[in-house]
């Protein structure tokens, strides 16, 4: 089942969805089956997201999606999804969108929007020159996917199986945990931190000093700083964001829980109060660190209390939570193997939102005829 949240970026996430039973999916396919190439738009929580369908798994789409298949005599599906993704659409679409708790769309609103569409060839000149920026952000991300899968199968491998390099020679020994090694100890989150707190209260201004990460930006246990906004406030030394710090989004239903690592330098920059900054302690590799708090996701997500729509985390229960610790001399030998992994993805993330920031800047220039597009495409 595909949610709102399972479609971002021109992208739908066909693998971190939940599963229905073959007669549910047969009962919400009837009228048509999802296939590879469909257009997805949300039209609620969010409004005005958009994704192709890039896979051929069984899908099926929930309530606040609204589905595309384009008459390829007329129009072409990737300069529809295109066309979605510009701001003359997103304009549109905006313009219907209601209510005063959830902006939705009307479904009887969404066949009324109106866009330029030029001749097919154009059409498919202008989607084939967008769509290379997509396919080399696919391969980036299929690339991520690869080491993010080797180094956290590296970290359970020595640090929940215990099959760490000269583990026949360790006993084991009875803990709260169970029994973990020799010289290993069981530790509080709060005991490995050097500091776990939220963030600020920012004063926003799209001229200030500095950057605000919140909730949308961590998601899929990663760090994007394209929906953080600037703010002028000044920001206490211990609230700015450094390299290593683990950020856990603290409020919210759905979105709580959600671990992302800072693995680059980052300057004048902190989060909001919806978010808790984890720092690893004096010895602690950031590495290991950052493994440890990335698998306690669900974790996080559980012990979040209160009323339907206003869940929360508090520090003092992060900070209570039961960690194995390792030895110091293991943990830096994890971080000397699974470092080069990890510095990896988050060049490769990198390449993903500059490739993404060009792919949106030339995207308006081109559906506007503002480029020649034969030109160009030569």
């Known amino acids: 089942m595909l949610r709102t949240t399972n479609v971002r970026n021109g992208y739908v996430d066909a693998e971190n969805v939940r599963y229905v039973s073959e007669e549910t999916y047969k009962k919400w396919t009837r009228r048509l089956v999802p296939k590879r190439g469909d257009i997805i738009l949300t039209r609620e929580a969010p409004l005005g997201d958009v994704g192709k369908i890039r896979t051929d ?19 072409d ?7 979605l993704l510009g701001s003359d659409l997103q304009g549109q679409i905006r313009g219907f969108g209601s209510g005063s708790t959830v902006e939705h769309m009307r479904l009887e609103d969404i066949p009324c929007l109106e866009f330029n569409v030029p001749p097919l060839p154009v059409q498919r000149r202008i989607a084939g020159i967008l769509s290379a920026y997509d396919e080399l952000i696919e391969n980036s991300q299929r690339r991520i996917k690869i080491l993010e899968t080797m180094a956290r199968g590296l970290y359970r491998e ?24 020799q010289g290993w100890e069981v530790k509080k989150l709060e005991d ?14 799209d001229e200030g000093g500095s950057l605000v990460i919140n909730q949308k ?25 450094r390299f290593g710090d683990v950020l856990i989004n603290s409020t919210g239903v759905g979105t709580l ?46 012990l979040g209390i209160g009323a339907t729509g206003q869940t929360e985390l508090g520090r003092a229960a992060i900070a209570d939570i039961d960690l194995v610790l390792p030895p110091t001399d293991l943990q830096r030998h994890f971080g000397e193997a699974a470092r080069g992994m990890r510095a990896a993805t988050a ?14 800047l030339l995207l308006p220039r081109l559906l506007s005829g503002q480029i020649d597009v034969e030109t160009l495409a030569a």
């Open 77 to 83: 599906a990737d300069f529809l999804l295109y066309s």
């Open 217 to 241: 930006c961590i998601r899929d246990q990663r760090l994007s700083l394209d929906p953080a906004r600037k703010q002028s406030k000044s920001i206490p030394i211990e609230k700015l964001v």
């Open 257 to 302: 829980g959600r671990v992302a690592q800072v693995y680059k330098s980052l300057e004048a920059c902190t989060v909001d109060t919806h978010v808790t900054i984890a720092r690893p302690g004096d010895g602690i590799d950031l590495d290991y660190f950052g493994c440890s708090l990335l698998r306690l996701q669900e974790t996080f997500e559980r």
């Open 192 to 205: 490995i931190s050097s500091y776990i707190n939220r963030g600020i209260t920012p004063r926003y201004d």
């Open 57 to 75: 798994d069984l899908v099926f789409l929930g309530q606040r999606l609204y589905h595309f298949r384009p008459d390829p005599k007329k129009l």
């Open 347 to 360: 060049a490769y993330a990198n390449q993903i939102q500059n490739l993404r920031r060009t792919r949106d």
């Open 158 to 181: 020595w640090f929940v199986h215990f099959r760490f390099p000269g583990h026949e020679s360790v006993s084991r020994i009875p803990s709260p945990l169970g029994d973990i090694p």
